[in-house]
């Protein structure tokens, strides 16, 4: 039952009728930052998920007109709508995946550091009521710098006592997404067939797509690496530039977000084959948070795919040798504003 995940045929969503359709499994969402560009239509991609049985939205304003309307789908999830910080709490009880959307988005011109001053703090007030009311959910960070706010996460919930490297992602699944669009057009491929792995971080040069690893197998010459690197390292400015002021992506962000909400659940119903890339706690190189691909399982990462890493072209271990000192500064500077804020 699924329309999201890679390699895997839509099912039996958007039906018109429920009749006869019973939830599979009956998980508990929140999305923080629900009524925004990304958190609108990623409420709706959830809201189809017949894995969950209530989804609940919070934001400081507007969302109650969400919840309102996505309430009128008849899919099987209960919608709720929590407004302000005084509802904060009630949105977190019982969650079993909590999506943070929360922030500002990038305008042209804007870098993903450029954010950082404003959603620092968003993400460690959001991480800090994660802590306090379901800090066994398993959390996914969207708000940008991804690079630095996954960091913070990590420190907020080491300072409460509850931190879970294994249940702390950040959302890196645009640039998969992006990266499987981009070769299967390159390459004339069907896009269902096509998985690129992408690892390092969220950011410009810090985002490495392993053509190499690319499946199915296809052979690029090195012009179309550096170009299909280039462009899936930009795409993000590309679409801030195409908005021209209105913001960044957000329905394809919603579309990858959801894709990887659809992946924590299946691993949390059992499902024994989930692998996504994510920007998590990592032992894999010598930095401590670093993206690639793992195993999910019902307590969150079960395993680190190694083999990504192993043998790598020669254009690639240089890219990732040169990401490593920009990834390693952003890793710092989320650590450090945690450490001010003590
Ligand atoms: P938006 O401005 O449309 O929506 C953000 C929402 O967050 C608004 O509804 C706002 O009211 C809400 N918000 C602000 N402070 C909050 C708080 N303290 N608690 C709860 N909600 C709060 O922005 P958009 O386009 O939805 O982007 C959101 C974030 O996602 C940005 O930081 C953006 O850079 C990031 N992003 C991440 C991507 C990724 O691949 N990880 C891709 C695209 C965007």
Redesign the pocket.
Known sequence: ATLLASNRRPEILLRSSNHNFQPQASFKVAV????????QPLALLIKMSPLISALHL??????KGVAADLSHCNTPAQVLGFTG?SE?ANSLKDVDVVVI??????KPGMT?DD?FNI?A??VK??VEAVADNCPEAFIH??????NSTVPIAAEVLKKKGVYNPKKLF??????VVRANTFVAEKKGLRLIDVDVPVIGG?AGITILPLLSRAKPSVKFSDEEIGELTVRIQNA?TEVVEAKAGG????LS?AY??ARFVESSLRALDGDGDVYECSYVQSELTELPFFASRVKLGRKGIEAFVKSDLEGLSEYEEKALEALKPELRASIEKGLAFVEKQA
């Not at 919070?58 to 969302?63: L, P, R, T």
């Not at 959307?101 to 990038?106: C, Q, S, W």
């Open positions: 923080i930052g629900a009524a925004g560009g990304i958190g919070y934001d400081i304003a507007n969302v910080p904060l959307p929360a922030g500002v988005p990038r993903r954010l959603n703090g968003i007030s959001s960070i969207i708000s940008n710098p991804v950040g959302v890196t699944t645009l640039d969220h993000g913001g960044s992506a957000t962000m990858a977000a």
